[in-house]
Each structure stands twice: as C-alpha cells, then as structure tokens.
T-cell receptor, first 114, second 115 residues
Framework: NAGVMQNPRHLVRRRGQEARLRCSPM?????VYWYRQLPEEGLKFMVY????????ESGMPKERFSAEFPKEGPSILRIQQVVRGDSAAYFC????????????FGPGTRLTVT | AQSVTQLDSQVPVFEEAPVELRCNYS??????LFWYVQYPNQGLQLLLK??????LVKGINGFEAEFNKSQTSFHLRKPSVHISDTAEYFC?????????????FGKGTRLSVIA
C-alpha cells in the first residue's frame, strides 16, 4: 500500500509565476489536508478537502492560493503569482473518513521562489 | 479551538543520556495527542499517539510520552538517545470526536544529540 505521494519534491519558481503542487492520498483515503511549514516554524493548516469539496479553507491566504481535489486524480494546491514569502515546505496528509487522527503525511514539496 | 506550546526550541543532549521534550496544550474539548518526528528534508513520521486508555504511551524508536490531563501536558521522553535521534520533533493535537479536522502543531523542538 503506497503512502501519500507528493510531487514535485522540489520546485523553483520565479516571482510572478504559478506553482502547482500535487498530492495523491493513500489508497482508500478520501480526505486530504494541506499544511505549510515556514522556516523555523511548525506546520500550519491551510485547507481540508474531500473529493470535489472544500470542507475547511480557514488557513488559506485569501488571494493567489487555491486548492482542489477532483473526482479523479490528485489534489492540487495552486499558488498564482508567487512571491518570495511563499517559499516554504508544503505538506499533504490524508486520512480515512471519520478518523482525522489517522493523518499520514507525504514527503512534502519544497518551493523556492527566486 | 486548540493550541500547542513546545517550551524548548532546541535541546542539545549527549549520546546515551536521557531526554525530555516538553509539550503543553490548551483545548476546550477532550483531545487526541501526537508526537511526530521530522528528519532533515523529509516529511513527518508519527512517533506515537494518545487516543484513550493508559496515559503512558509507547512509540517507535524507544520513545514514550505521558498524558497528564491536570497539567495539560504530553511530554516526550527517551531514556537513552542515539545520534540518529537528531531531528525536529513536533507535538500536535486534534479535538476528540470532531470528525475529520486538521491537526494543530507546536513550533517544534530541535533535538541535537552530541557524540
């Protein structure tokens, strides 16, 4: 049973470009969470999605950030017009229905904005 | 809502010495508690979790933690550390019976084991 997959592992973007981060949850998991880790900080919740639904986006910046989890395919976290302050590690976690304490984390995508 | 405080940002310790990493939480509801470890440039790996039952929880790599409800603490301990334990450790909390909700993390404690 493969774990949570994230790609790319490293992503370099210039200011103003778009960044797309992908997350494939564990088999049988229908819930996906995105977290951001800034340098010297813990993980901060961004958004929680189920298939085709955003359940909680209270941690998402109001502008430039969006997320989706389509019926088919991975969850996508999109950052438009990236700025240097977006440089961080972005982690995805998945859980089975009804058991959010069983969150399994992917290896993360490290975004660098130059 | 929940919050987590990890009282030490860095903990240096000599190899084979004991270590305790402190974690306090606040919550208006009962909680589940977790410790995760993050090795350099890697994702998070679950060390141990407290869901219910015995307040002393044993995890992987010889780590254990004790849930203290009256002190709202969940300190992580290991009786004898190895060089390979050098990593960042995160305490996290999740509201019990909240369905699927996100974890709330502390800022982390960097454990450095010195030979």
């Amino acid at each position: 049973n493969a774990g949570v997959m994230q790609n790319p592992r490293h992503l370099v973007r210039r200011r103003g470009q778009e960044a797309r981060l992908r997350c494939s949850p564990m088999k049988g998991h229908s819930h996906v969470y995105w977290y951001r880790q800034l340098p010297e900080e813990g993980l901060k919740f961004m958004v929680y999605l189920q298939k085709e639904n955003i359940i909680d986006e209270s941690g998402m910046p109001k502008e430039r950030f969006s997320a989706e989890f389509p019926k088919e395919g991975p969850s996508i976290l999109r950052i438009q017009q990236v700025v240097r302050g977006d440089s961080a590690a972005y982690f995805c976690a998945s859980s089975p229905p009804g058991n959010s304490y069983e969150q399994y984390f992917g290896p993360g995508t490290r975004l660098t904005v130059t | 809502a929940q919050s987590v405080t990890q009282l030490d940002s860095q903990v240096p310790v000599f190899e084979e010495a004991p270590v305790e990493l402190r974690c306090n939480y606040s919550s208006s509801v009962s909680v589940y508690l977790f410790w995760y470890v993050q090795y350099p440039n890697q994702g998070l790996q679950l060390l141990l979790k407290y869901l219910s039952g015995s307040t002393l929880v044993k995890g992987i790599n010889g780590f254990e933690a004790e849930f203290n409800k009256s002190q709202t603490s969940f300190h992580l301990r290991k009786p004898s550390v190895h060089i390979s334990d050098t990593a960042e450790y995160f305490c996290a909390v999740n509201g019990r019976n909240s369905g699927n909700t996100p974890l709330v993390f502390g800022k982390g404690t960097r454990l450095s084991v010195i030979a």
